[in-house]
């Protein structure tokens, strides 16, 4: 087998693999993307007041690290007037709150008793990094898939009698 053959082989397995991988992520993120989006078109905004903040510590996958997380809960009142609490749905480094600070959040207007940060990222995180993912692992399949043409066709041009 020419190192040519060889080349085509392992490009040829990145990018069945690089689908194998893309293709369900792609997918997924469409679909977030989706839930994303009907979740905002839903739900209502308004200021909210950190009445309690739950604390864990959340470690690395190695063991190494440790750090702390937060899922704050909050009170505000809905759309009707009725004095609510809800809580995020996660916990995150990223909720750094204080007690009593006052906060934009988005509720859902039926009362699932799970609220969300109105910050973008915190709206399309999660939606935006999994379709990324998706799109990243796609083209890269997509590139692979040129780079062996143009080296299938070097090598028959090379294989040619002169």
């Known amino acids: 087998m020419s190192p040519t053959e060889r080349d ?19 997918i997924a993120g469409f679909f ?6 009907l ?4 739900a209502l905004k308004t200021d909210a007041r950190v009445i309690r903040i739950e604390q864990e510590f959340s470690s690395s996958s ?5 750090h702390r997380v937060y899922k704050p809960t909050f009170e505000f009142l809905d759309a009707s007037g009725n004095l609510r609490n809800a809580a995020t749905r996660y916990f995150s480094t ?33 939606s935006l990094i999994i379709s990324g993912l998706g799109a990243g692992t796609c083209t890269f399949s997509a590139i692979t898939g040129i780079a ?13 009698p002169k």
């Open 94 to 126: 990223d909720y750094k709150f204080n007690v009593g600070e006052h906060v934009e959040i988005l509720y859902l207007p039926e009362g699932s008793g799970i609220a969300q940060v109105a910050t973008f990222f915190d709206e399309w995180g999660t």
């Open 62 to 66: 190695n063991g190494r690290h440790s």
């Open 8 to 26: 085509l082989g392992m490009l040829g397995l990145f990018k069945r693999g690089s689908l194998i991988i893309g293709i369900p992520f792609l």
């Open 148 to 160: 062996m043409a143009n080296l299938r066709k070097r090598h028959e041009d090379t294989q040619r």
């Open 32 to 37: 977030l993307l989706g839930r994303t989006a």
């Open 39 to 42: 979740y905002l078109k839903t």
